[in-house]
């Protein structure tokens, strides 16, 4: 319904006809309220019959919509992302993790995206880096947050991409719209030209603008192995200014669940 500012009147809005709830469908439709509309074909007839005040009515339906726009940013947001295997906190042990229980816990408030802080996840093969720097981007997304995933490789191929038209710092630029971004698995193989390349640039446009989160057999102090001194002395300076360095040890996750004989359900 809506009211002509000349008369005061209620009129009935045009090219709706049928039974009020039809109406309802028709203008949910019409505003682009999927969630709103599909909610209305049971709470109508339950605010029918419980009597519901009209305004509890409209307060239920506006929740549903609201509600199904936010899991549907929730589950955008999580597409964008491009995390490689959905590992939560649900799937992680605190206990079995050799990071500190309070840094984990200090880590998942997530304060330190919010401050534009950086986190260097560095440690043998195995020992849950991937996963508790997925973790903390899945949550992120659940706040609210903007998260970009990144192999190093996939930089080195974003770099030979856009080097062609000249728009590398564009692309650049577009990743550092994410409220974090994670680079993964620094360190597991040999760096190309294009991915030292493609990383100091991310390091730098993000410096005291975003927050960036890697992972890395190797400590950033080590980078010089994989990349030109000069290249890396100034990522690392840019990268640890503002960083938490998280240091994991241990065996290997995988290697004790396969030889446990937990890594594949048994045969029958």
Same mark, same amino acid.
């Given at each position: 319904?809506?009211?002509?500012?000349?008369?005061?009147?209620?009129?009935?809005?045009?090219?709706?006809?049928?039974?009020?709830?039809?109406?309802?469908?028709?203008? &949910?439709?019409?505003?682009?309220?999927?969630?709103?509309?599909?909610?209305?074909?049971?709470?109508?007839?339950?605010? /029918?019959?419980?009597?519901?005040?009209?305004?509890?009515?409209?307060?239920?339906?506006?929740?549903?919509?609201?509600?199904?726009?936010?899991?549907?940013?929730?589950?955008?947001?999580?597409? @964008?992302?491009?995390?490689?295997?959905?590992?939560?906190?649900?799937?992680?042990?605190?206990?079995?993790?050799?990071?500190?229980?309070?840094?984990?816990? &200090?880590?998942?408030?997530?304060?330190?995206?919010?401050?534009?802080?950086?986190?260097?996840?560095?440690?043998?093969?195995?020992?849950?880096?991937?996963?508790?720097?997925?973790?903390?981007?899945?949550?992120?997304?659940?706040?609210?947050?903007?998260?970009?995933?990144?192999?190093?490789?996939?930089?080195?191929?974003?770099?030979?991409? $856009?080097?062609?038209?000249?728009?590398?710092? @564009?692309?650049?630029?577009?990743?550092?719209?994410?409220?974090?971004?994670?680079?993964?698995?620094?360190?597991?193989?040999?760096?190309?030209?294009?991915?030292?390349?493609?990383?100091?640039?991310?390091?730098? &446009?993000?410096?005291? /603008?975003?927050?960036?989160?890697?992972?890395?057999?190797?400590?950033?102090?080590?980078?010089?192995?994989?990349? *030109? @001194?000069?290249?890396?002395?100034?990522?690392?300076?840019?990268?640890? $200014?503002?960083?938490?360095?998280?240091?994991?040890?241990?065996?290997?996750?995988?290697?004790?669940?396969?030889?446990?004989?937990?890594?594949?359900? *048994?045969?029958?």
């Amino acid at each position: 319904m809506s009211t002509t500012p000349a008369t005061g009147t209620a009129t009935t809005p045009t090219n709706v006809t049928g039974d009020p709830s039809e109406q309802v469908a028709a203008l &949910a439709k019409k505003l682009r309220m999927p969630y709103l509309r599909r909610a209305a074909a049971e709470v109508i007839p339950t605010a /029918r019959a419980q009597r519901w005040d009209p305004a509890e009515t409209l307060r239920v339906l506006l929740a549903e919509e609201t509600s199904g726009r936010a899991t549907s940013a929730i589950h955008n947001r999580r597409r @964008k992302a491009g995390f490689p295997a959905g590992k939560t906190f649900d799937s992680w042990d605190e206990n079995a993790s050799s990071i500190l229980t309070p840094t984990q816990q &200090a880590l998942a408030t997530l304060e330190w995206i919010h401050r534009g802080e950086n986190l260097c996840v560095c440690g043998p093969s195995g020992t849950g880096k991937s996963h508790f720097c997925e973790a903390l981007g899945q949550r992120a997304i659940d706040t609210g947050l903007t998260v970009s995933w990144f192999s190093i490789e996939d930089l080195g191929s974003l770099v030979t991409r $856009h080097r062609a038209d000249d728009s590398v710092t @564009k692309a650049i630029t577009r990743i550092i719209r994410a409220d974090l971004v994670i680079v993964d698995d620094i360190g597991m193989l040999p760096m190309s030209h294009d991915a030292a390349e493609g990383f100091y640039r991310l390091v730098d &446009a993000a410096y005291e /603008r975003r927050a960036l989160a890697i992972s890395s057999n190797l400590h950033p102090s080590g980078f010089d192995e994989l990349m *030109p @001194k000069t290249l890396a002395t100034a990522t690392v300076d840019r990268l640890l $200014h503002h960083a938490h360095i998280v240091v994991t040890s241990g065996d290997s996750y995988r290697l004790a669940e396969a030889t446990a004989g937990n890594g594949v359900t *048994p045969l029958t």
